[in-house]
């Protein structure tokens, strides 16, 4: 069994920083991708940010130019730097894994992130 661990979410004004971090129970070498979602009250999720084989990203064009994925191994841990917060950011986060081989797939409980203007 896998659990995920998302913490630093928080409250911050409008053109500050963040950054959250997901603790994998176990090695995240096994997982191909690991990514962010998240969901705003009365929306649909949205992928935000993923990271590949720990090389290869993709960002929602929302947060482009804003936010950075990365992974230390070393800690079995998934950044996800949010700069340059706007309100609109405001939503609970939540850490994915993904394991093509399966194929499995893990979610952490969420952490809120709350931007005001």
């Known amino acids: 069994q896998v659990q995920l661990v998302e913490s630093g979410g928080g409250l911050v004004q409008a053109g500050g920083s963040l950054r959250l971090s997901c603790a994998a129970s176990?090695?995240?070498?096994?997982?191909?991708?690991m990514g962010w979602y998240r969901q705003a009250p009365g929306k649909q999720s949205e992928l935000v940010a993923t990271?590949?084989?720990?090389?290869?990203?993709n960002y929602a064009d929302s947060v482009k130019g804003r936010f950075t994925i990365s992974r230390d191994n070393a800690k079995n841990t998934v950044y996800l730097q949010m700069n340059s917060l706007k309100p609109e950011d405001t939503a609970v986060y939540y850490c994915?894994?993904?394991?093509?081989?399966?194929?499995?797939?893990?979610w952490g409980q969420g952490t809120q992130v709350t931007v005001s203007s």
């Open positions: 994915n894994a993904y394991v093509r081989r399966g194929p499995y797939e893990y």
């Open positions: 176990r090695s995240i070498f096994m997982f191909n991708v």
């Open positions: 990271i590949t084989n720990g090389i290869s990203t």
